[in-house]
């Protein structure tokens, strides 16, 4: 296929869903049903951990229904069967050890840096695993990334470095040695990552925590992303704030002679943001409207690629509008649909008619695909049951070309 993008169709449900057989077509039609009854998924999210924790026999059950619809398997090397197939299509994979961190555990912060380095590894063993994503929270305290947040302490018309000092010079001598762990352990992921010639994302988490993700992320795009793009951060633009943070990440990375990495994301934390600003008192950070996230993530998308030789991004995006508008945007630029700072991706398991028939345009675009032991990535599979009940209209889009792809097959 030449560079040049070709049409896109979302509606071809033949090429979305090419990969399903006729079994796991109708277990995915099952699945998105379920979710569509809201107390029914919110009572299961509740159930299951406890389920789990206590030792009951559901693995199986859920192993054959959410686990194999939304993850690509247990272990490292059983990812491979997903990845291959997905390969057959032109569609990448960024793979995610979907294992939550040990709440101030250094030894377990330290395993799962040795076990990310193997995951670096394997992937650069494989053509279409162009990257991997980390959660700073995998590798250092969740209380000591929140004790550096400086939304609620200091002026925020200052720089957030300039800020983050102020911060972390509060530390006790115990918390520094942690933070500089942290950036050790990070440098060393990347530095891999780096030599390996994989792609490294650094995923976005809580507002509270997110001042020391963003001085981690800038930190290190600053070391490696000399002449190619190693780090990437990422970005949630249902906060009202991220579109001026984006801005001000991109007059950085120009002024200080390196190139930006940047993954574009709505949001997943929501209603957990909500609450916890109710329960403390404080403004929201998030959008006040669906239509104003809108707005700010098309409005990021359009700033990127009018910067792309400065910046590769990611479209991590369900939204068919704003993949459009990604797409449409690289064509007036006269950009080649393999131009190697754009990139779209969508969850493993949802928005098969985004990602396979952009993917048949010749665009650069993967799965996000999540591994680990089941127990271990129940909370992944809560967020992803949780999302599919919410978010509005996810769910009927993805039950309506499931059940359009049935009558074309005549199933």
């Known amino acids: 296929m030449s560079n040049s993008a070709l049409p896109i169709n979302f509606n071809n449900t033949e090429k979305a869903f090419a990969y399903k057989t006729d079994r796991d077509l109708k277990r995915a039609r099952f699945l998105f049903s379920v979710m569509q009854f809201a107390p029914l998924v ?15 026999p559901v693995k199986g059950i859920i192993k054959n229904t959410l686990f194999k619809q939304f ?16 390969e057959k ?3 990448q994979v960024i793979l995610d050890y979907g294992v939550e961190g040990g709440e101030g555990d250094e030894d377990k912060y330290e395993a799962e840096a040795n076990y990310f380095i193997k995951v670096i590894q394997f992937a650069a063993t494989r053509k279409n695993i162009p990257f991997i994503s980390i959660k700073i929270t995998g590798l250092v305290s969740s209380l000591l990334l929140e004790k550096l947040d400086t939304t609620l302490s200091a002026n925020s018309i200052e720089p957030l470095v300039t800020r983050f000092t102020s911060k972390l010079e509060q530390l006790s001598q115990e918390e520094k040695g942690q933070w500089e762990q942290l950036i050790a352990r990070t440098v060393r992921l990347c530095q891999a990552a780096s030599d390996a010639g994989i792609g490294i994302m650094i995923d976005a988490e809580e507002s509270w925590i997110q001042d020391a993700i963003d001085v981690v992320a800038t930190q290190m795009m600053a070391q490696f992303n000399l002449g190619k793009v190693v780090v990437y951060n990422t970005i949630q633009l249902y906060r009202s704030d991220r579109l001026s943070y984006l801005s001000e ?3 950085e990375a120009e002024q200080a002679g390196y190139l930006a990495g940047l993954k574009l994301v709505r949001g997943a934390y929501m209603e ?24 700010d993530y098309d409005a990021a998308v359009t700033i990127c690629i009018k910067k792309i030789e400065l910046v590769s991004i990611i479209i991590a995006s369900h939204n068919e509008k704003s993949n459009l508008l990604a797409a449409n945007e690289s064509r007036s ?8 700072h754009l990139h779209f991706s969508q969850l493993y398991g949802m928005s098969d008619n985004l990602t396979f028939n952009l993917a048949d345009a010749g665009y650069n675009v993967s799965k996000y695909l999540p591994f680990g032991p089941v127990h271990e990535v129940i909370p992944y599979l809560m967020r992803r049951a949780e ?10 889009r993805e039950l309506e070309l499931i059940k359009r792809e049935f009558s074309r097959r005549k199933i």
């Open 42 to 56: 919110k009572l299961g999210t509740q159930i299951t951990p406890w389920a789990i924790k206590s030792g009951l």
């Open 71 to 86: 993850v690509g398997g247990e272990t490292l090397e059983e990812t491979v069967g997903v990845a291959d197939m997905l």
């Open 89 to 91: 299509f032109n569609v």
């Open 249 to 251: 990440a991109l007059q």
């Open 272 to 295: 957990k943001e909500r609450a916890r600003a109710m329960e403390l008192g404080y403004p929201s950070p998030i959008q006040p409207s669906k239509e104003s996230t809108d707005r």
């Open 333 to 340: 630029k006269h950009l080649s649909a393999k131009h190697p």
């Open 387 to 396: 999302e599919n009940s919410s978010v509005s209209g996810q769910t009927g």
